[in-house]
Every structure is written in structure tokens, then in C-alpha cells.
DNA sequence: GATTAGCACTCGGACACTGAGAGTGCTAAC
DNA sequence: GTTAGCACTCTCAGTGTCCGAGTGCTAATC
């Protein structure tokens, strides 16, 4: 074997036994483990070598080594070979899935919570940018003598629902004519549209009746904002405690940083192509500098496309958890096509 | 003063002490802090009268004093004196809670949140218990060509959605008839009564149509059973990072735990008065064993009313935090009541 | 030129030792 | 019952030593 070729292959081997073990990785060991007959001491060399290429470091002076961020991201980009799903793993996610696709935010948090319970990772799925969403329908079903739910339907598929209470007792004359005012005004534009700006000439609009709809529009409102709203479900969290490299300070940061999903998208959103891999601090945010994301995009329509991520440590499982999560946005992807195209 | 008074009050400056720094306390320290004039050589005394009693400990034999989990119990329902919130902080949680009053989940969702935020423990809501429910109106709303979804409401407040999807194109025509076999059969009845009995004698009774109808049914029972589910709200897990107690494994058991919210309530229900506090391992079950709880009823209706819970270091500000509960939990009720009562 | 064997070297981890400091328990005096 | 004084105990931080794993280098070998 060239030599060339042996380095890679020693790269390789340190970082999967790395991965595996999470020791530092000796010449010693390699040598016994690997399947071409070298003497420890050629790979003395090419992994010193390989250490003054940046792609491998070691903890002291005497330890074995482990792979840098850069050994890594040569690993992810040129050396690992995904592991494919076993049929059973398949079928696994998709019943899993199932029965929750009957609505995308049901999907997604599914999706989440079963890919962080097969990965062991913390798991992210951001819904579609709702934006885009046009308002398809507005409906009202009074809940109480004095309360009544809105309904707003849009072309994504997404159905919010938010209550409101009236000064006044409801009747079903009062939700017909809520029902045909609101509609009037919002079916057909996009829920992002809904400003404050164009809340303020609806009020204006409906004239003196505007003091009795006070809250049906600020219902409508808050529904309209719900479905333009960046949404993402963030499950397994109790992942992180098995995770050492959070230092307790940054897995409070963390923690809050996932609930914040605006701030969640924006780092994950550079992600472009099928499954993508940032490592360590290639992530730009303080906090998660030292664990590692695994993002995918799953898209049902063109214009409907979210992300699903994986959090974890740098010393994480890339091959299978790559193919997890691709086959997953597969799967998520088509099971919201179908809710969208027929819905 | 007298030695006995003495003592309770040395027990009430050690857990106080220890509470706002964390360390052991010493003999010499608590003589330069306590307000009544005695030797250190005479606390000495006295503390060791309190180890002996098995109120104090030490880590080890040349350190200060710690509550055992009997000191804290003592102080707790001896010693304490609550700390009453200032009007600033009154305002401050009932202007947060209520935006979000207009349906009970969201309500107490709000309160953990806040809760959370403003003690820096783990807060949990638990949700009235449903089964007492009483399904008042099933609603129909198309939702696309072939989905729909239901929307059942109950006698709590409570509005439970469920999006459904049939094989049939939908007609407003087929709503009305789902609404209305749906609510000959289902209204007027208990939540706790929609069993799997009871949903095939429902199939049995619509003859041929049930073959049509197989997903509406199983959303009205998902609907339902909802309903009837014990719900719990719990927010501001990342504090579990700042408390050091938590072993990291301990910390995924803890979380794990509290996502299920049946097991939850197990170890809450025994709290009977308005705040009751379980310390340490009066907590019936291993993974919380080195943490606090304080849980508090809410009542809206006497048939109505569920806990609100704060989970945190056994070292914690008691005095504060049960009267920050004990007020939410007021507020809670109040706010709760008004949705029933008016609904 | 690539590979290997051998050896000196380095460093971290475990362990023991030390002195300072904090805090106690005990005793005898008040 | 209280207090002063003192010996005692134990932790903590710092230091020294030893061991072993693993390296880097050099010279011999293929």
C-alpha cells in the first residue's frame, strides 16, 4: 500500500477508534488493529506526519493521539463510508412516524423525539418558514358562553387554533359574521403580511364595529403570527447530561439557546447540501463550540423545506447518524408532501 | 435568652447561612452574625447538642455545621418565617400570567415558565385532572380536501384538538354529519367513559357508516383521551445544569422522569396542604433523592384543581419560594375559575 | 528510499508527605 | 450554665517520587 494511502487509512482508524473508545489512540494499538502489516514504528511516523498536517493532536507529550477538528472534518468529508439503515431500522422510523403525520407540527416533534431516542443525541426539527403560508381559511367555533376558538387553515397545511374571550355573549350569528368579516380581509394573503400595519387598516375597516372585534382580531392576529412564526421542536435534552464536554455552564447556555428558535435557525441555516456536518467550532455560537451538528434539509414542496438536526459530542457516531438522518428527512419530507398536496 | 430557644434559633442561622453560601458553617462565624451575645465556645456546645439530635452534620471532623434533611425539615415547619412578595413582585407574575389566561394548558404552561424564571428551579404544572370531564360539543372543520379536524369540548375549559384524515373527498354536508352522530353519541358524557368498550359498542351502533367513519372515531377517542390525560407542564430544565448535587447520570434519570408526566404526578399527589415541602429523600424515588420539592394546590371549582411544583437543591431559599408559589398558585386558581365559571 | 528495531526521553497519574489553617471537643476555671 | 484555652483532627494545596505508556530519534535493514 502507498503511503499516502496508509495515512488516510490511519486517520481513519484513529478517529473510529477514538469514536469507539474515546481514548487517545496509541501507535501500538493501531498497529494490532489494523489490517495491513506495518510496525508500529511506520506508524510512529505517518502519524506524526499526520500531527504536523494539523489533522491529528495529542492531550500531552506522551499520550496517543486524537484527531483535531480538521482530522475530523477530513474524516466526514473524504474517509467514512455511510452505514446504511438495515431494513428494520427502516421500517422502525416510519411506523414510528406514522401515526403522527396527521399535522406537520406533530411531525416534526415526532421526528425529533424519535431521532434523539435512536441517536442518543439532542434532536432539532425546524418547521417549513411559514411565511410563505397563505391564508387559506378562518373559522370560529365558540367554546363558552363567552369565549370561541379561531381556526386559521393555510396552504402549508399548518391549522393554528388560538381562544379569545368577548365581552359580550356569542351567538352563531356573531361567529358567521366573524367568520365572513376576518375572511374577507385575510384569505388569500400571505401570513406575513399580517403587520401590524395592515391590523391597524383591518380595524379601521370594520369601522365602529372594530370596539366589538377588538379581540377576534387580535386572535386572528396571533394565530396569523403563529403560523409566520419560526418554529422548531427540540427533543432529548436529557442527552446532555451524558455528554462530558458541557461544562455545566455552557449546558445551561445551551439549553436556553434551544429555546430560542430564531437564534436556533439562523446557526443552522448555512446548511445547504442533503446532510451536512459542522464540527466543533466551525458551529459559530460560544456555547456549542465543542460538540458537533449533523443537519439535513427534508423538503415536501419546494417552497416547503425545513431543517432536522442532530447535536452531539465532536466524538459522535458520524456514519450512522448521517444515515439516520437523512433517511429520516426522507421520510419526513414525503409524509408532508402528502399532507400538503391532498390536505 | 433561654438554651433551648437558643438552639432553634443557632439551627435556624445554620440552615439560613448555609443556604445563601453554600458552606459549612462554623461555630466563630455564627457568633459574629448572631444578635444575642454568647461565646463561640458556648454555640460549640449547643451545636453539638444539635448534631447529637440529629439536626446538624459535618462533612467531616474539623468542619462546620450542615443541615441534615431533619434541620431543614424542623426549620422548615418550625422556624421559617415566609418572606411575603413585595406589590412589584405580585404585579409582576399576574401581568405575566394573564396573556396567556385564555385556555388552561396554555395558562399553566405560562406559570411554569414563569415560575421557573423567577426561582431558578425546575417548575411543573400539572393539568386538572381530566377525567372528571364532561364532553360538552364535538366540532367539525374541514381542513383540506380530504382532512378534517375535531374539536371537542369539555366542561373544564379544556379544548382538545385533533386533525384526522379520511380516504373520501369531505363535504360540508359529511361535517354536519359527523357533528351530529358524534355529538348524539358523545355529548353529555365523561371523558373517563370514552373507553375502548365504549368506542366499539359507538362502531357497533353506526352500523355499516362506521366503516366510513373509522377515523373520525379514532380522532374523537384520541381527542378525548387527551382530555382525560394527566398533562403537566414543566419548564427551565437548564437549571438542572446549575445545580451541582445532580450526579450527570442522576440528571437524565431526573429529566426522564419528568417527562412523564403519570409517574410525576405519583410523587406529588401526596401533597395535601396548601405548600407542602419534601426534602431530599422524603422524595419517594432515587433519581430526585438529593433535590426539593415544594408543591402547592391550585383550586378553581372544588372538583377542579391541580399542583404547581418547584423542583430544586435541597439547599434552596425556602422562605421565598413557597410564598412566590403559593401566591402563583392563587393567581393560577383565580384565572382558572374565571375560564370555567364564564366558558 | 522506505521500513524497522531499539532505546532514551517525556509526561501524566497515583501515591505519599508536609505545613498551614479552620474548626472542633474537652477540661478546668469562672 | 458559660467561657477561655488548648490539644487534636481533618482538609487543602503544594511538593517529590515512581511507574508506565507512548513518543521521537537514530542506526541498521530490506
Known amino acids: 500500500m502507498e503511503p499516502t494511502?496508509?495515512?488516510?487509512?490511519?486517520?481513519?482508524?484513529?478517529v473510529e477508534a477514538f469514536i469507539k473508545t474515546g481514548e487517545p489512540v496509541g501507535s501500538k494499538a493501531?498497529?494490532?488493529?489494523?489490517?495491513?502489516?506495518?510496525?508500529s514504528a511506520t506508524i510512529r511516523n505517518d502519524m506524526a506526519e499526520l500531527a504536523s498536517l494539523g489533522l491529528l493532536e495529542q492531550t500531552h507529550t506522551s499520550s496517543g493521539r486524537i484527531p483535531t477538528e480538521l482530522g475530523y472534518r477530513i474524516y466526514v468529508d473524504k474517509l467514512m463510508k455511510k452505514i446504511p439503515l438495515t431494513k428494520y431500522e427502516q421500517s422502525h422510523i416510519y411506523n414510528m412516524l406514522y401515526p403522527v403525520s396527521?399535522?406537520?407540527?406533530?411531525?416534526?416533534e415526532g421526528a425529533a423525539t424519535l431521532l434523539s431516542k435512536i441517536t442518543g443525541c439532542v434532536a432539532v426539527a425546524t418547521s417549513p418558514p411559514g411565511e410563505a403560508a397563505i391564508i387559506k381559511k378562518i373559522r370560529f367555533i365558540q367554546t363558552g358562553r363567552y369565549t370561541a376558538m379561531v381556526i386559521l387553515i393555510t396552504s402549508t397545511g399548518s391549522v393554528k387554533t388560538k381562544l379569545f374571550r368577548c365581552d359580550f355573549v356569542i351567538t352563531p350569528e356573531l361567529t358567521e359574521m366573524f367568520e365572513e368579516t376576518m375572511n374577507k380581509r385575510f384569505s388569500g394573503i400571505s401570513v406575513a403580511d399580517v403587520t401590524p400595519a395592515f391590523m391597524q387598516s383591518s380595524a379601521a375597516a370594520l369601522g365602529e364595529m372594530s370596539i366589538l372585534m377588538t379581540n377576534v382580531l387580535v386572535a386572528v392576529n396571533d394565530a396569523a403570527r403563529d403560523a409566520a412564526a419560526a418554529n422548531a421542536a427540540v427533543k432529548g435534552q436529557s442527552n446532555f447530561f451524558t455528554m462530558p464536554e458541557l461544562a455545566s455552564g455552557d449546558g445551561k447556555r445551551v439549553m436556553e439557546l434551544l429555546s430560542h428558535s430564531r437564534e436556533l435557525e439562523k446557526l443552522l441555516i448555512d446548511t445547504n447540501s442533503r446532510a451536512s456536518?459542522?464540527?466543533g467550532s466551525e458551529i459559530k455560537h460560544p456555547a456549542l463550540s465543542r460538540l458537533s451538528v449533523i443537519a439535513s434539509h427534508y423538503t415536501s414542496t419546494p417552497e416547503c423545506s425545513g431543517i432536522l438536526a442532530l447535536i452531539g459530542p465532536v466524538r459522535m457516531n458520524y456514519p450512522k447518524l448521517v444515515s439516520a438522518l437523512e433517511y429520516t428527512s426522507d421520510i419526513v419530507g414525503?409524509?408532508?408532501?402528502?399532507?400538503?398536496?391532498y390536505g
Open 334 to 341: 414525503n409524509m408532508l408532501s402528502e399532507l400538503v398536496e
Open 277 to 279: 456536518v459542522l464540527i
Open 30 to 39: 493501531l498497529c494490532e488493529n489494523l489490517d495491513f502489516n506495518v510496525s
Open 102 to 108: 396527521d399535522a406537520p407540527e406533530h411531525l416534526l
Open 5 to 14: 494511502q496508509r495515512k488516510l487509512k490511519i486517520l481513519e482508524a484513529v
